[in-house]
């Protein structure tokens, strides 16, 4: 089923991301809390109630990433964030599309759990943080933009400890 209320607080995150169309740093810092919120009930309501569906376990990280970029794009356009820091903070899905293209390659890809990982929750718990640093006129130093380079590198190498696309589709081990 498509429309749950889990699903519903997921959506939710477009339109609290249109909030940084305007310079406001209340309503920005507002839009990033709610963010934050949703982002941290759906999937225990969709547990809680059994209507987790592969729908659901797709849209809340798409969500999350579109908020993320759209904050991160206003920031970046206001030139609170250079080209930079910019691709540091999205790093962590440069690997995640390197990581489908292994897949991808090795005929792996319908063998792929879509579930959060350990390093996945801690990049956007990050992002979530600078976004509402930066709302607030903080200025980060290098080493938090090249903690979301890591946390990449960590994610990438967790879901290939999870679903190795170089094991013998005979071993049984993904």
Do not use: C
């Not at 709610?34 to 569906?53: C, E, F, P, Q, V």
């Not at 690997?95 to 005929?107: N, P, Q, S």
Request: aromatic content about 16%.
């Amino acid at each position: 089923m498509i429309f749950t209320l889990s699903n519903g607080l997921s959506f939710l995150r477009a339109p609290l991301a249109l909030l940084f169309l305007q310079e406001n740093a209340t309503l920005r810092l507002l839009a990033i809390f709610l963010a934050m919120a949703t982002d941290s009930i759906d999937g225990y309501l969709a547990r809680r109630n059994k209507s987790t569906t592969r729908f659901g376990a797709i849209l809340d990280p798409t969500m999350d990433k579109f908020f993320v970029y759209f904050a991160l794009a206003a920031f970046y356009f206001e030139g609170r964030v250079g080209p930079i820091e910019t691709i540091a903070m999205l790093s962590r899905d440069f690997f995640l599309v390197l990581y489908g293209l292994f897949m991808t390659a090795f005929r792996r890809w319908d063998r792929i759990e879509f579930r959060a990982i350990r390093w996945g929750k801690a990049t956007t718990a990050l992002q979530f943080a600078v976004l509402m640093g930066l709302a607030a006129g903080a200025v980060f130093p290098w080493a938090i933009f090249a903690a979301f380079i890591a946390m990449g590198l960590l994610a990438f190498a967790e879901l290939l400890q999870i679903h190795n696309p170089f094991a013998s589709a005979r071993s049984g081990v993904l």
